[in-house]
């Protein structure tokens, strides 16, 4: 069974109506003593890196979460579920040095969108829409998956891997890490939700793991 978090920060029907259709047994857990029922977890989200934290922190599901991955089970964030995964966000960030805390899964950080280009262009911030992936290392998630798929993003913060776990990348003003993979964890800063047939079958992907 594949439980789906709900903090209170996701857009957790899409997530659940899109694994149904690949056949999955899914399911939205409205408490952290649900995961003990779940095979694999879907860590989704929409919004902003402190709040997400929060809302974690607060309804006692952070911990839970940690110790799932440390039992070598399947988690699939998205979107800010992704990012949440990481060691820290410059986001609401109460100054530079300081960064907001995340669950420490994954070593690195969360940066936002330089606005101003070296060419002096600007870039428009969130990348919000249709942008093409570029795989960096084989990664079952992405498998039957072609080279320069496109998929759906909205964010205007990406993560920084402090190693490999960087699976795929999508280029907004310059190279961003839009997949990562490391050990029993997975995830995409993009929607599979969102983007039709490749992310179906991503998340179909998931469900064979």
């Known amino acids: ?23 999955a047994d899914a399911t939205i857990l409205r408490s952290p003593s649900d995961i003990v029922s779940a095979d694999k977890l ?29 039992q070598d089970k399947p988690l699939l964030g998205i979107c800010l579920g992704m990012q949440l995964l990481f060691d820290a966000s410059e986001e609401d960030a109460p100054s530079p040095g300081q960064p907001v805390a995340g ?27 249709w942008n093409t992936i570029t795989w960096q290392r084989d990664d079952p998630l992405l498998a ?42 997975w995830a995409t800063q993009f929607h599979p939700e969102k983007s039709q047939r490749i992310g179906l079958q991503l998340l179909e992907n998931f469900v064979r793991l």
């Open 42 to 70: 879907v860590l989704p989200g929409v919004g902003a890196f402190a709040d997400g934290m929060t809302h974690l922190n607060e309804r006692g599901w952070s911990d839970p979460i940690r110790r799932f991955i440390e």
């Open 1 to 23: 069974m594949i439980g789906i978090i709900d903090y209170g920060m996701g857009n957790l029907r899409s997530v659940e109506k899109a694994l149904l259709r690949v056949g």
């Open 103 to 129: 669950l420490g899964v994954l070593p690195g950080k969360v940066v936002r969108f330089c606005e101003q280009q070296a060419d002096g262009s600007r870039l428009k911030v969130p990348h919000m829409g």
């Open 144 to 185: 039957n998956v072609d080279q320069g798929a496109a998929v759906y993003f909205v964010h205007g913060y990406y993560c920084q891997p402090a190693n490999d776990a960087a699976s795929a990348t999508a280029d907004y003003g310059s190279p961003f890490c839009a997949s990562i993979w490391q050990s029993n964890v």
